[in-house]
């Protein structure tokens, strides 16, 4: 074996590892030959003039996502910090002006985010930007698709992930929300006050119209009772101006020891003027003397009824 043998087994190994190589799948490679772009290979095993031929660069042709935080101002002056997270990919036919047009794609799409997001959140209060949130992507989307497309990257999707406001201004929101929600309760609380109130008033209604009843009804069975008891007087020749005179008399015993029947009980009687206060003592000693009148005239026409039957 000579000197050179080695030497050219090494060259061969080498030349071999130059002229194949392998591209992943979801990969595009780039090819240049002397500095000038000749292909681009995809996935596989691919082969190239070594020396001469060299790879340029490799662009994966999966989605890729971007996240983009945007601070800016409102209409109603609120600052405010946007994520916009866009998912794009190279698209594979053009793989060319994505890889020789742009340096950094993702600078130029943050840019453009930029620019769309402090075009569209100034012209909306903060709580229209909670609420448009999917309008905003949509503008962010459209205007990245016009401006992209022409550099080989198709934007997939555009979402706004997060918008967080100020603390001072949040903490006002949550005193805001707060302050509602006891309004609410507080209205759920005069609402039940109210219909309790109602219904209280509903019941005492009814008590006292049921009370009314039994007073009436009462009074009635009183009256009753009265007549029932002047036709008896009048039966053992009572007439009824005594007969009333009687019953009179016996209700104001009865009054008087229902009173001394109760124990701490007290009675005081106020008339109106010296002059009433005469006129019912008057009356008081009238009642006693008609009482004690027909005493003994129903005393009499009980003699004269006993006499009468032992005649017989």
Do not use: C, W
């Not at 909306?124 to 989307?141: G, P, Y």
């Not at 990245?144 to 022409?150: C, K, V």
């Amino acid at each position: 074996m000579s000197f050179f043998t080695p030497i050219i087994i090494l060259f061969v190994i080498l030349l071999l590892f130059g002229t194949f190589f392998v591209v992943k799948q979801q990969t595009s490679a780039l090819v240049e030959r002397f500095g000038k772009f000749t292909s681009t290979r995809q996935s596989g095993l691919q082969m190239k003039i070594p020396i001469i031929d060299r790879i340029a660069g490799r662009l994966s042709l999966k989605i890729q996502q971007l996240d983009v935080v945007i601070e800016t101002k409102t209409k109603d002056d609120v600052f405010v910090k946007l994520k916009v997270s866009v998912q794009y990919k190279v698209i594979k036919e053009k793989v060319y002006d994505a890889f020789y047009k742009l340096d950094y794609p993702q600078d130029q799409i943050t840019s453009y985010v930029f620019d769309v997001v402090r075009a569209e959140v100034p012209k909306m209060k903060l709580d229209d930007v909670f609420e448009r949130k999917d309008d905003i992507a949509i503008a962010v989307k459209s205007e990245l698709n016009e401006a992209m497309l022409n550099y080989g990257y198709d934007i997939i999707k555009t979402l706004v992930t997060d918008i967080d406001p100020d603390l001072q201004v949040k903490e006002a929101m949550n005193r805001i929300n707060a302050s509602e929600r006891e309004k609410v309760a507080a209205q759920f609380e005069g609402d039940a006050q109210r219909i309790l109130i109602v219904e209280k008033a509903k019941a005492e209604a009814e008590s006292k119209r049921l009370q009314g009843q039994g007073i009436a009804d009462q009074r009635r069975e009183i009256a009753r009772g009265l007549e029932d008891s002047v036709k008896v007087l009048n039966n053992v020749d009572i007439n009824s101006q005594e007969a009333s005179a009687l019953i009179v008399v016996t209700q104001h015993y009865d009054t008087l020891q229902s009173v001394g029947a109760e124990s701490n009980s007290n009675l005081i009687l106020l008339p109106n003027s010296p002059q009433a206060g005469s006129e019912m003592l008057n009356n008081m000693v009238a009642s006693f003397t008609a009482s004690n009148q027909i005493g003994e005239e129903m005393k009499k026409a009980s003699e004269r009824e006993k006499g009468k039957k032992k005649e017989e």
